[in-house]
T-cell receptor, first 111, second 115 residues
Framework: KQEVTQIPAALSVPEGENLVLNCSFT??????LQWFRQDPGKGLTSLLL?????REQTSGRLNASLDKSSGRSTLYIAASQPGDSATYLC??????????FGKGMKLTVNP | NAGVTQTPKFQVLKTGQSMTLQCAQD?????MYWYRQDPGMGLRLIYY???????DKGEVPNGYNVSRLNKREFSLRLESAAPSQTSVYFC??????????????FGEGSRLTVL
């Protein structure tokens, strides 16, 4: 059974820092991995999707990498801003319709 | 561009009452999903529909029923609500069905309290 872990559960940093968010998964037989952002009281917004054949994806200040063999993905946020404060979730899709979600990491970027 | 729309946004029920959560997407997606999100439990899949006319159970289907009314709409019904069903419910859709499911898009959520 696929399990997805995000450690730490929360992170508080000063504005301007470059951040690395971690996501690990137990079954390397995946089809894709997706990073989401969730603001309080809101739905999930897709940030980046990496197919299993890809190593990384970039969007603006965000870069996500995937290492299937080690069961790890990282989300890199460059020059963090207070507006980046949110909960970040990763989700892995394996051999069925469902995505398996991590429990998320709550990020606070302080001005 | 509305994306995925859920109604209602908030609902309070008494134990034993029934209700239906509605979801519609305007992106012509094949696959649609219902998740629940609970503190400490993360997101758990209740039911999904890979295409119009098909539905399948997810991780926590007990106490729920679904209907894929057409390609746009996917509803979730609680026949006899229980306090354990107090949660935030999210509908989602994706571009492709089958093993090559693409990017997942979520609605804003429906916050349900069962007293």
């Amino acid at each position: 059974k696929q399990e997805v872990t995000q450690i730490p559960a929360a992170l508080s940093v000063p504005e301007g820092e470059n951040l690395v968010l971690n996501c690990s998964f137990t079954d390397s037989a995946i089809y894709n991995l997706q990073w989401f952002r969730q603001d309080p009281g809101k739905g999930l917004t897709s940030l980046l999707l990496i197919q299993s054949s890809q190593r990384e994806q970039t969007s603006g200040r965000l870069n996500a990498s995937l290492d299937k063999s080690s069961g790890r993905s990282t989300l890199y946020i460059a020059a963090s801003q207070p507006g980046d404060s949110a909960t970040y979730l990763c989700a892995v899709k394996g051999g069925s319709e469902k995505l398996v979600f991590g429990k998320g990491m709550k990020l606070t970027v302080n001005p | 561009n509305a994306g995925v729309t859920q109604t209602p946004k908030f609902q309070v029920l008494k134990t034993g009452q029934s209700m239906t959560l509605q979801c519609a997407q305007d992106m012509n997606h094949n696959s649609m999903y219902w998740y629940r999100q609970d503190p400490g439990m993360g997101l758990r899949l209740i039911y999904y529909s890979a295409s119009e006319g098909t539905t399948d159970k997810g991780e926590v289907p007990n106490g729920y029923n679904v209907s894929r009314l057409n390609k746009r709409e996917f509803s979730l019904r609680l026949e006899s609500a229980a306090p354990s069903q107090t949660s935030v419910y999210f509908c989602a859709s994706s571009e492709l069905s089958g093993l090559s499911t693409g990017e997942l898009f979520f609605g804003e959520g429906s916050r349900l309290t069962v007293l």
